[in-house]
């Protein structure tokens, strides 16, 4: 069992768990993420590694609330224990001195995108992150991400906080006004595919974290498959960064809308099973 350390309630539905890991914390690199289940009967999900802490044998994972698994984790406090907790798996984010990076975090990619951002200060970029939430109360460690940035962006879809509007729109206006030499994106999809849209006709290499559904998260199911410049890759051991502007952001859509029909049927296969009862 991998014993939580803490526990923290970042936001609505989010959440934040330090587990004592030391094993998967020595090797931890910004990019890589983690497979866990919870217990026995327990789906295996992938979290990305948030933080970690050598000397304290310690990772920490950022999570929202959505299906059966992140729902058990939410319900774990200091003290209990997690059956697996595998990793460190896939590619580490390529970090290097690349000048300008604009870091582009939506929703709980924030977490995600703190050891990134955090390493390509270390290395001597100019790191500008811009954060977008649906609203003020989903915002977490916008302290933390503004002492890892020289330039801080905040954007709520409501205007609740921060700039009213999307991540894009800081983005372009970035591109429009100065050099920049790398964006990073990790948010929902949508989200970036739309940063892909915006920096293409600037021409700036563009990272983003690619999020399919993973089973095994070791390469050997086949199910993170996602298609990039025209070649089937895995998510898991190829990924799960990819050059954003090569990736088929609509098959990656489709197949997560597939996997959402699939489970809709299931749902009501069961409640039509529970009726007859
Ligand atoms: C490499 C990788 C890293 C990830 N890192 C994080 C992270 O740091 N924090 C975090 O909150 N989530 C992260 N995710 C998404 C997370 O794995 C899913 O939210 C989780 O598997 C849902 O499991 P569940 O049993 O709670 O929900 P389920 O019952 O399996 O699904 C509920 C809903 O969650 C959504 N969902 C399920 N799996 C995924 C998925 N892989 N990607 C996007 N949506 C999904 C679907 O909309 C589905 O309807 C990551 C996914 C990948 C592939
Ligand atoms: S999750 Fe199985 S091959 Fe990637």
């Not at 990272?207 to 070791?218: A, F, Q, R």
């Not at 298609?227 to 190829?238: H, I, L, N, Y």
Request: with cysteine.
């Amino acid at each position: 069992m991998y014993r939580i350390i803490a526990k923290e309630r970042l936001a609505e539905n989010i959440h934040l768990l330090e587990v004592e890991a030391p094993e998967v914390a020595k090797k931890a690199q910004p990019g890589q993420f983690v497979v866990v289940r919870v217990d026995e009967e327990g789906e295996r999900i992938p979290l990305t590694i948030a933080d970690w802490d050598v000397e304290k044998g310690s990772m920490t994972i950022i999570f929202l609330e959505v299906g059966t698994t992140t729902r058990k984790l939410a319900c774990l406090n200091a003290g209990d224990g997690i059956l697996n907790f595998v990793g460190p798996l896939g590619r580490p984010t390529d970090i290097d001195h690349f000048g300008t990076v604009v870091c582009v975090a939506g929703g709980v990619g924030a977490a995600s995108l703190f050891p990134i951002s955090r390493s390509l200060k270390a290395c001597g970029n100019e790191v500008i992150t811009i954060m977008g939430a649906r609203t003020k109360q989903l915002i977490f460690w916008e302290e933390r991400l503004r002492s890892i940035s020289h330039q801080l962006i905040i954007t709520t879809d409501d205007g609740s906080y921060g700039r009213k509007g999307v991540v894009t729109v800081p983005l372009k206006e970035l591109l429009e006004a100065r050099k920049v030499d790398r964006v990073i994106a990790i948010g929902p999809a949508v989200m970036m595919k739309f940063c892909c849209l915006t920096t293409k006709p600037f021409g700036v290499s563009t990272i983003v974290s690619l999020n399919p559904i993973m089973v095994d998260g070791t390469g050997m199911c086949g199910c993170c498959r996602v298609s990039v410049e025209g070649e089937t890759r895995f998510a898991c051991v190829d990924g799960p960064d990819f050059d954003g502007h090569k990736v088929d952001w609509d098959l990656l859509m489709n197949r997560q809308r597939a996997y959402l029909e699939e489970e809709r049927k299931s749902l009501e296969l069961w409640e039509t099973k529970a009726l007859k009862k």
